[in-house]
């Protein structure tokens, strides 16, 4: 906005300000007192124009950004931690107690005992922040000695671990939130409030599913895979708890009995026919083409949430396998036994199954 006050025009209309009968050459006293001036506004015109552009939404960034989306409700999600199943056994192998609090490893990854669910299941909370604490499966650790503990077990994900919501993220959501004017229990505020909430990915609301009062809110975890049903039921709580249902103890209006879904997996199973490079071979390829077929699912899951419906098509999945070192040519390709793209319902996501190359 301010980029033609530099230090040489800013100068330059100061100098003829000054009486023409006066020296104003370079050097001269007259011009060895603005210039300094001139620099220093050159400069304030730089910040200037910075500032001017940390005032919108759409052009701040960090905490500029964070500031100003949240004078309008949208707050920016922070990292937050998993929260898993952990089994613990003792000599007999029957399930046992331990305290809150214990602590346990895996990978070098530290887990917390924050709550009871029943004997020998335990609620455990990762010490790291992220999608580092979902990762892990199988034998636990302990870092602190726990009477009669002989094994540990890390089980399901209950409320998937996220990172923190990146700024063109943030700005997505922000526009998306401001252009459904949430308010009073409509499609936009279930839209918002569940969006908002730790764990979720992303968010469809089918208002009056069941008749007049009913609204049924489907959800994909923040991995954008199938939520795990502790989530779900998180979520369920928050909005309009089962027993109470219809009377406003949630966030959901009075009236609105809501039913929280899990977004349903369905398998895509892949077979294609490639043609490789010279010098390569199929088991060079093979893990760089799930890695592609994957990534193309993953990010049909990114946009569920935005769609009506999702579409698994064969073209632009043949085209990313192209993009695979080594490989020259992909043909008759297949989902699911068929060579036809898979049309999903509004609730469903795809997940990869198999992957099975061909030559």
């Known amino acids: 906005m301010y980029e033609a006050q530099t230090y040489d025009a800013i100068l330059q209309r100061m100098l003829a300000r000054v009486p023409n009968d006066m020296d104003k050459r370079e050097g001269s006293i007259i011009y060895d007192a603005l210039a300094p001036a001139a620099a220093e506004l050159a400069q304030i015109y730089a910040e200037l124009d910075v500032n001017y552009n940390l ?54 990854v530290n887990y917390t005992a924050t709550n009871r669910l029943s004997i020998g299941n335990f609620e455990l909370t990762c010490d790291s922040t992220g999608i580092i604490g979902n990762q892990y499966f199988g034998q636990l650790l302990p870092i602190d000695y726990v009477d009669g503990l002989a094994r540990a077990e890390l089980a399901d994900v209950r409320i998937p671990g996220a990172e923190e919501e990146t700024d063109d993220a943030l700005l997505t959501r922000f526009l998306a939130e401001i252009n459904a004017q949430p308010f009073g229990g409509n499609v936009g505020d279930y839209l918002q409030k569940v969006g908002d909430l730790d764990g979720v990915g992303g968010v469809k609301v089918f208002p009056a599913w069941a008749g007049g009062g009913t609204v049924k809110i489907t959800i994909v975890d923040s991995s954008y895979s199938p939520p795990p049903p502790a989530l779900v039921n998180e979520v369920q709580t928050i909005l309009d708890p089962v027993v109470n249902s219809g009377v406003g103890i949630g966030l959901a209006p009075i009236g609105h009995r809501v039913t929280v879904t899990g977004a349903a997996p369905v398998t895509i199973n892949v077979t294609t026919t490639v043609t490789l490079q010279s010098g390569f071979t199929i088991g060079q390829v093979q893990e760089a083409l799930e890695a592609a077929v994957a990534e193309y699912l993953l990010s049909l899951r990114r946009t569920w949430a935005s769609v009506k419906q999702s579409v698994v098509r064969i073209a632009p999945m043949e085209a990313r396998m192209l993009g695979v070192e080594g490989v020259a040519d992909v043909s008759g390709t297949t989902l699911n036994g068929t060579a036809a793209n898979v049309m999903l319902t509004e609730a469903q996501i795809p997940v990869l199954g198999t992957v099975t190359i061909l030559e």
């Open 55 to 108: 005032s919108f939404a759409d052009t701040a960034t960090g905490d500029y950004r964070r500031r100003r989306v949240a004078e309008h409700g949208t707050i920016h999600k922070a990292a937050t931690e998993a929260r898993r199943l952990g089994l613990f056994y003792n000599a007999a192998n029957a399930l046992m107690d331990v305290p809150l609090g214990s602590r346990y490893s895996i990978s070098g």
